[in-house]
């Protein structure tokens, strides 16, 4: 999102990337169907990411909030629709489309996509601007975007090497917890619940016998315990509360059932990292690093998440679009004149004259 961005801005980008490709979280989002965001407004979400997010994140969602998200998914081409339960996903339900929408825009704005490239480590440079050093070159840039995500499906890429980098450069890494993950129950419980799964269910989170606070939603029953987004919410507020000593009742169809988990599912297989670069040492109105003029961050390496629901990739938009803009405003990156290329052509079916229109169309007469 930001590279396309940038492209759209007429910055000149380069974004590396550390994986022989790029966006594979992206691919994996909302069971291969990829839940770009709500149908809610932007406070009606701000309201739902809870402390300390919900403030940091107000000024990102409230200049690109999910309508205008949408809005411009389908300017440049992506149709979306809304879901009976309010998520919105792109018309097609695949997210490869929505791989393809960013990477045909990247190549349409001549935005450069390095594959295979890791970004090893960032300094301030004497010239005023910053270095990026990956195996091959340093690369100096006025303006530097980390982008570089949680930790958590680390074959994804996501290895937490743009936490590295900022901690390197004298920023606040808050400690990695798993943030939508599901829970390990007793062999005993597993053997007497067959898998299913079991729509709104409303799960209460029980501490010291009293309830803290409610979710909603699907509860899976999985192989190794429990999970689903009314199980998966429970775990972030778990995480961002610290709470050690918690217990669930869930109500399914009137009934109670008290669900006592054994610990919750590793940090790698949570749909989202709870901390990461502290929002205390990065500017909310800009993206911009409070430690490192010209460096910024977006999505989930921030100490950013929300609840499912399309919560995590509108903030990583959000905030993409919030540093983008930052960026064009204030670094004097030399500029391009923006020229959109037309989308690749489809090839032509079988048996029809190859372009046999269009030379036709532009062969001058004599
Ligand atoms: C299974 C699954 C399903 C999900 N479904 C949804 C959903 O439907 N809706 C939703 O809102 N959220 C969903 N999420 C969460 C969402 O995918 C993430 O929050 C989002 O992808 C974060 O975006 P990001 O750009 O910050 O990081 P990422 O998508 O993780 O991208 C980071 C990129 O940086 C690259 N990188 C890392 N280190 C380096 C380096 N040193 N040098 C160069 N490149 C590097 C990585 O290879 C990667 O390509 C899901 C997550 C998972 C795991």
Redesign the pocket.
């Known amino acids: ?1 930001a590279g396309v961005l940038a492209g759209e801005a007429g910055l000149r980008t380069l974004i ?4 022989p490709k ?5 691919l ?4 291969n ?5 709500s149908a809610l407004t932007a406070s009606e979400m701000l309201a739902d990411y809870g402390d300390p997010v919900s403030p940091f994140l107000e000024p990102a969602l409230s200049a690109f909030p999910p309508k205008a998200l949408r809005d411009w998914f389908q300017k440049n081409g992506l149709q979306t629709k809304v879901q009976h339960d309010g998520r919105v996903y792109p018309q097609s339900e695949k997210a490869a489309d929505v791989h393809h929408f960013f990477t045909d825009h990247l190549a349409q704005y001549g935005v450069s996509l390095m594959l295979n ?4 480590d960032i300094y301030s440079n004497k010239q005023g601007g910053l270095t990026v050093k ?1 195996d091959n070159m340093n690369l100096t840039a006025p303006c530097v975007l980390i ?4 930790v ?2 680390p074959k ?4 937490g ?2 936490q590295k ?1 900022a901690l390197a450069l004298g920023h606040k890494i808050t400690p990695y917890r798993p943030g ?1 993950a599901g829970f390990d129950m007793p062999p005993a419980w597993i053997n007497a619940n067959p898998m299913q799964s079991i729509p709104d269910v409303t799960l209460k989170i029980i501490v010291n016998g009293n309830p803290f606070a409610t979710t909603h939603g699907f509860l899976e029953i999985e192989r190794y315990g429990i999970g689903g987004p009314a199980v998966t919410n429970a775990s972030r507020i778990i995480a961002r509360h610290n709470l050690k000593n918690y217990s669930f009742e869930a109500d399914v169809n009137g009934q109670c059932w008290k669900l006592n988990p054994v610990k919750v599912r590793p940090l790698k297989e ?3 990292t709870v901390g990461g670069v502290a929002l205390g040492d990065v500017n909310p109105q800009t993206m911009e690093s409070k430690k490192v003029p010209g460096l910024y961050f ?4 921030l100490d950013v ?2 609840p ?9 938009f959000s905030t ?1 679009r919030l540093a983008v803009e930052t960026i064009d405003k204030k670094c004097q990156t030399p500029r391009k004149s923006v020229q959109k290329k037309p989308a690749a052509k489809k090839r032509p079916q079988k048996g029809r004259p190859f372009h046999a229109k269009r030379h036709n169309q532009n062969r001058k007469r004599p």
């Open positions: 999102m590396l990337e550390s994986r790029a966006g594979r979280k992206l994996m989002c909302g069971n169907r990829c839940n770009l965001t490239s890791f970004a090893r990956t982008a570089t995500g949680g958590s499906y994804t890429g996501s290895v090497d743009g980098m939508l949570a749909m989202v977006a999505g989930e390496v998440d929300g499912s629901g399309g919560y995590n990739l509108q903030a990583a993409a």
